[in-house]
């Protein structure tokens, strides 16, 4: 799947996640889905695990909740 924001773009699959962030740089982030965490009142994923630790804040809850369907991951809202 492939979710754009306003920052650039997120391809999901029920295994991995990578996320294109647009601008001269490039960056790439890149994590294995049981090193997500998805947390909803903010729309933010985190990735922290096995030399991975990362977080992005999307634009709204709807890309939030597009990503968990397709990853298979719960938002937490804490």
Do not use: C, P
């Amino acid at each position: 799947m492939l979710i754009t924001f306003s920052q650039g773009k997120i391809i999901a699959n029920h295994s991995e996640l990578m996320v294109k962030l647009e601008g001269v740089a490039k960056v790439t982030l890149q994590a294995q889905v049981d090193e997500v965490e998805l947390i909803g009142t903010v729309n933010v994923i985190t990735a922290l695990g096995s030399g991975v630790n990362w977080s992005l804040r999307l634009d709204n809850s709807e890309q939030l909740e597009a990503l968990s369907t397709v990853i298979g991951i719960a938002i937490k809202y804490s």
